[in-house]
């Protein structure tokens, strides 16, 4: 066998590789997940400085927005700079506290004036973060998008033991509140 038959041999069984692995994924039934960007990449320093270490009340950061991913995952979601539909996702816009998007992630905005969405594409729901001007205080919203989507979404505000449900799936409009502690629970439907 010659060199160019060698080497066409390889190219026919690298084109029938890929033509078998986009049958495995077409035939998944709808169990793959498709994202426009790569997951959120960790920054543990500055995520640490903004979340992590005890500030006086009085500072700015004292009031940085710090979110956990308690129930569902960041996995295939896109985020976007703003809660308008746009096609330029961002994955820049966050800044999560370590790599691991599963079970767990925790994550807060590079910015915490500046407004994001992120599309949980299968769970065919959007969360939309809009900061205030007062310190601290913000608005969400939660936009379910796909009427076949069988999950909810809320989002708590509070620290552990004294959390209070200030905007879910089931909500039509954003919700104002203060608060820095932030968790999102995305569950399947009951």
Not at 44 to 52: A, F, H, L, M, Q
Not at 106 to 117: G, Y
Request: contains cysteine; negative net charge; aromatic residues 8%.
């Amino acid at each position: 066998m010659s060199i160019k038959q060698r080497c066409g041999l390889a190219v026919a069984l690298v084109f029938l590789l890929a033509f078998i692995q986009v049958a495995l994924v077409a035939a998944a039934d709808g169990d793959v997940i498709c994202s426009t960007q790569p997951p959120i990449l960790p920054n543990n320093v500055e995520y640490t400085k903004k979340c992590d270490n005890p500030k006086p009340a009085s500072t700015d950061e004292a009031r940085w927005p710090c979110f956990t991913q308690k129930y569902g995952t960041m996995f295939g979601t896109d985020i976007y700079p703003a809660a308008t539909v746009s096609h330029d996702a961002d994955n820049t816009l966050l800044m999560a506290k370590n790599g691991d998007l599963l079970p767990l992630t925790e994550f807060t905005p590079k910015d915490a004036v500046k407004s994001f969405s992120i599309r949980y594409i299968y769970a065919g729901i959007s969360l939309h973060y809009n900061p205030s001007n007062d310190p601290g205080c913000r608005s969400i919203r939660v936009e379910k998008w796909d009427p076949n989507g069988k999950y909810g979404l809320s989002v708590l505000v509070g620290p552990l033991n004294e959390q209070q449900v200030v905007v879910s799936s089931m909500d039509k409009e954003s919700k104002y509140f203060c608060g820095e502690l932030l968790e999102i629970n995305l569950l399947p439907d009951a």
